[in-house]
């Protein structure tokens, strides 16, 4: 896949991310596009170029987050590769399942950087930060994902992409 | 090796930005003053997209405010005339305190005659996590902001600086859990000792007392039965921390909780600092300091 794609992508969400997001926040929490799109494209897109585009927009997160350079582009390169194990042709076309996936795979993206973050910083609340932050923020992406869905499909018919059939069924 | 290296170009660039990463967090573990500099030299790459950023934020909720405002104009207006009656009245009690107040200044003020030194900076990004709570200002070194500087606004303490390049800045809000220093209550001259806790704040004890903040507020947890904490009260800075000067406002307690079956009372306090609606914060320039003072909290 083109990479061009990824870039085009990562900076128009990274825009999302610090013009929108904040303005998105329910009861503080705050939905994480890039991670979103990370996610998806792991799931729908099975493609090489989307490990690098995970570790860079981790670390963008990183750079914009002021936290520790590093935590995020790993848990998120991470987490890309789990979503391409999970990646299986039976969730890709069902929003439903989807949302299940994404929100899970949010979840564990939640528990490494939390867990790298404790590592680094042995005072770092893991359970407050998991129950106040990782987790609705979790559910908030997983209520995103259909909205997400439409875009990618526009996306996969604009430039002719195929949703690689893999695993299930194949 | 070239003709290797481009038909794996995808799986060599992900493996190396994955060894990248785990070289970046190892350092960090082995050595944090060197990821320190790491951190400040991406940082100091990354200010014209943050910068870059920041105007098109500013234009993007402008154009959103500006549509809520019309929205919420009539509601607005009812709750400014019912606010004015009840200001007027104050305002009678407020000027007897005033003549008072400005006698007790002139004192004041010829005992500093040399006050803090202090410089505005603009808010140009924030962070877009939900773990942590920093300010990105638009002033660093050539400015004179060196890191652990304290960063205040008229309505009372906001954060302190965490790193500094030569155009910015990061502030590290008073909010952030990794933020803690000592506070007092005003009226019973009771010691605390607070900390950030994600987006709220807590407050330690020195007989390990505790308050936490709630989102819009903050909580105070674990306070000695025999503290002398009422609704009401004002929390400052009690200066001992060498950091932020003595007497800042952070916060005034909302209500207090005493439970029979507890051994400590709780408390809410209302931040002084509206942390959401910051755009420009005011940094104390403290030229005799040590850049590098500890704060209390580092081991």
């Known amino acids: ?170 | 090796m070239l003709e290797l290296l481009k038909r794996y170009r995808v799986a060599t660039t992900a493996g190396g930005v994955f060894l990248l990463l785990l070289l970046l967090l190892s350092l960090r573990y082995s050595n944090p003053s060197n990821a320190r500099f790491v951190d400040e030299t991406v940082q100091a790459v990354a200010y014209p997209f943050q910068a870059a950023y920041h105007k098109t934020t500013t234009t993007v909720v402008g154009i959103f405010r500006h549509y809520v405002a019309l929205v919420r104009l009539k509601e607005e207006n009812e709750q400014l005339k019912l606010k004015i009656a009840a200001l007027e009245e104050e305002l009678n009690h407020h000027i007897s305190s005033a003549v008072q107040f400005s006698l007790l200044r002139e004192q004041l003020g010829f005992l500093e005659e040399s006050p803090e030194q202090k410089i505005f900076a603009e808010v140009i990004g924030r962070s877009v996590d939900n773990l942590h709570h920093v300010l990105l200002i638009n002033k660093g070194l050539l400015a004179g902001v060196r890191r652990n500087f304290p960063v205040v606004l008229r309505e009372g303490v906001v954060g302190r600086i965490q790193s500094a390049t030569a155009m910015q800045a990061t502030v590290e809000l008073i909010t952030d859990r990794r933020h803690r220093f000592p506070v007092l209550i005003q009226r019973s001259r009771d010691q605390l000792e607070l900390e950030g806790e994600g987006g709220t704040l807590r407050l330690v004890a020195k007989d390990r007392g505790i308050v936490f903040g709630l989102g819009d507020g903050l909580r105070m947890n674990r306070i000695r039965m025999l503290a002398d904490v009422q609704q009401g009260d004002r929390v400052v800075t009690n200066g001992l921390a060498g950091i932020f000067p003595k007497g800042l406002l952070v916060g005034t307690v909302r209500s207090v909780t005493r439970e029979r079956h507890e051994l400590f009372q709780a408390a809410e306090i209302a931040p002084a600092v509206d942390f959401n609606k910051i755009e420009g914060v005011f940094v104390i320039i403290r030229d005799r300091r040590d850049p590098d003072f500890p704060l209390f909290t580092e081991p």
Do not use: K
């Not at chain 1, 896949?1 to 825009?15: A, E, F």
């Not at chain 1, 503080?28 to 596009?33: K, M």
């Not at chain 1, 999970?86 to 528990?111: C, D, K, Q, R």
């Not at chain 1, 106040?132 to 990618?152: D, N, R, S």
């Open chain 1, 1 to 170: 896949m083109n990479p061009l794609i990824y870039l085009v992508m990562g900076l128009t969400m990274l825009w999302l991310q610090v013009t929108l997001a904040g303005s998105l926040a329910i009861w503080g929490v705050a939905p994480n596009v890039l991670l979103l799109t990370v996610l998806l494209c792991g799931l729908r897109w099975q493609d090489r170029w989307q490990f690098v585009y995970a570790a860079l927009a981790g670390m963008a997160c990183d750079v914009f987050s002021h936290g520790m350079l590093g935590v995020y582009g790993l848990s998120f390169f991470l987490v890309s590769y789990a979503a391409r194990l999970a990646g299986i042709a039976m969730y890709e076309s069902n929003p439903l399942s989807l949302m299940v996936l994404v929100g899970g795979l949010s979840v564990l993206e939640g528990v490494l950087s939390t867990t790298l973050f404790n590592l680094l910083d042995a005072s770092a609340p893991w359970w407050h930060w998991l129950l106040t932050a990782v987790l609705p923020a979790a559910l908030y992406q997983a209520a995103l994902t259909p909205l997400f869905l439409l875009a990618f499909e526009r996306i996969e018919r604009r430039w002719g992409l195929e949703v690689t059939s893999r695993g299930y069924g194949a």
